[in-house]
């Protein structure tokens, strides 16, 4: 078997495929069997990075492999992880997984969709309609949810983190993932490396999980693309009239904005030229050096001196 999921979907969910089945270029597939990665990638943390190092199709998530993935920083014995709790976290995954599955064995009408959205309501205490009461019972969602729950509360102590409550301090998540994610770069450069499937990776002396980088290949790519010269890059000498975006409230919400805008100019911006594509009270600018720092982590931005930047792609 190994893990799944839908690379557009409006809720992520991963599940278990049996290695018999296909996937086809819309499907991610995970070459593992581990229940104790299906938990990790199932729970509120995972999500929370993939929502934001992602892309968007119209206003459904993309998940990326190079980003969502590949640079996503797993917890392990220096974080908190233990045997107890690794083999608690497999169990939740593998219950999660058996319960979807068996409840759309015994009812055609519930789908992995209808039952996130379903959960979400219930999340967030809003009314069901007739037709997502009868999903709610055929699907039984209580159920879903209080897996869903354990599991998050599972992985955060799995981090260290049981001090976060989510989803209210995503933020505060989303600060510390990019901050593992920099020790884990550091310890694979000093030849330390956690192997996701040490058996086959090491044997295969490849696959081990992206770090953070400044982009460099990116911006590679980019300048082979663009047939731009480092040295002759052009300055716009005017600034036309732009149009001014409400800065977001949320670290997850700012970060992609900023991404966006820096997509859209298509050259290279400074503190003021990006800080003027929004508006908002207090004092948010003070956060822009702090958001780039991060997409340039990502790989969704790069620094030209210090001084502009630019999108990387992504």
Same mark, same amino acid.
């Given at each position: 078997?190994?893990?799944?999921?839908?690379?557009?979907?409006?809720?992520?969910?991963?599940?278990?495929?049996?290695?018999?089945?296909?996937?086809?270029?819309?499907?991610?597939?995970?070459?593992?069997?581990?229940?104790?990665?299906?938990?990790?990638?199932?729970?509120?943390?995972?999500?929370?990075?993939?929502?934001?190092?992602?892309?968007?199709?119209?206003?459904?998530?993309?998940?990326?492999?190079?980003?969502?993935?590949?640079?996503?920083?797993?917890?392990?014995?220096?974080?908190?992880?233990?045997?107890?709790?690794?083999?608690?976290?497999?169990?939740?995954?593998?219950?999660?997984?058996?319960?979807?599955?068996?409840?759309?064995?015994?009812?055609?009408?519930?789908?992995?969709?209808?039952?996130?959205?379903?959960?979400?309501?219930?999340?967030?205490?809003?009314?069901?309609?007739?037709?997502?009461?009868?999903?709610?019972?055929?699907?039984?969602?209580? =159920? @879903?949810?209080?897996?869903?729950?354990? %599991? /998050?509360?599972?992985? !955060? #102590? $799995?981090?260290?983190?049981?001090?976060?409550?989510?989803?209210?301090?995503?933020?505060?998540?989303?600060?510390?993932?990019?901050?593992?994610?920099?020790?884990?770069?550091?310890?694979?450069?000093?030849?330390?490396?956690?192997?996701?499937?040490?058996?086959?990776?090491?044997?295969?002396?490849?696959?081990?999980?992206?770090?953070?980088?400044?982009?460099?290949?990116?911006?590679?790519?980019?300048?082979?693309?663009?047939?731009?010269?480092?040295?002759?890059?052009?300055?716009?000498?005017?600034?036309?009239?732009?149009?001014?975006?409400?800065?977001?409230?949320?670290?997850?919400?700012?970060?992609?904005?900023?991404?966006? =805008? @820096?997509?859209?100019?298509?050259?290279? %911006? /400074?503190?003021?030229? !990006? #800080? $003027?594509?929004?508006?908002?009270?207090?004092?948010?600018?003070?956060?822009?050096?702090?958001?780039?720092?991060?997409?340039?982590?990502?790989?969704?931005?790069?620094?030209?001196?210090?001084?502009?930047?630019?999108?990387?792609?992504?």
């Amino acid at each position: 078997r190994y893990i799944a999921t839908v690379e557009t979907a409006k809720h992520r969910a991963f599940q278990f495929l049996d290695a018999s089945v296909l996937p086809d270029n819309r499907l991610i597939a995970i070459a593992l069997s581990d229940a104790l990665y299906l938990g990790f990638l199932s729970s509120a943390t995972h999500n929370a990075w993939a929502v934001v190092t992602g892309g968007t199709l119209e206003d459904r998530p993309v998940y990326a492999k190079t980003t969502c993935f590949e640079r996503f920083p797993f917890p392990a014995d220096d974080t908190g992880l233990t045997p107890q709790l690794a083999e608690r976290i497999r169990q939740l995954a593998e219950h999660i997984d058996t319960h979807r599955k068996a409840r759309q064995a015994a009812h055609a009408s519930v789908t992995i969709t209808g039952m996130y959205n379903v959960l979400e309501k219930l999340r967030n205490n809003a009314p069901l309609s007739a037709a997502e009461k009868t999903l709610n019972e055929h699907g039984l969602v209580g =159920v @879903l949810k209080s897996l869903h729950d354990e %599991l /998050d509360a599972a992985v !955060l #102590a $799995a981090y260290g983190w049981a001090d976060l409550s989510l989803p209210a301090d995503t933020d505060a998540l989303l600060l510390r993932l990019v901050a593992l994610n920099t020790q884990r770069a550091n310890e694979e450069a000093a030849g330390l490396v956690r192997w996701l499937r040490p058996d086959f990776q090491r044997r295969a002396g490849q696959g081990e999980q992206t770090a953070f980088d400044s982009g460099t290949e990116v911006e590679a790519e980019t300048e082979v693309g663009a047939g731009a010269d480092a040295d002759t890059e052009k300055t716009p000498t005017a600034t036309p009239a732009i149009a001014q975006k409400p800065w977001p409230t949320g670290l997850a919400e700012q970060i992609k904005a900023v991404a966006q =805008v @820096l997509a859209d100019a298509g050259v290279g %911006l /400074d503190l003021d030229s !990006l #800080a $003027a594509r929004f508006n908002g009270r207090g004092r948010w600018r003070d956060r822009l050096p702090t958001i780039l720092d991060t997409l340039e982590a990502l790989g969704r931005a790069r620094s030209q001196g210090g001084q502009r930047w630019v999108n990387a792609g992504g």
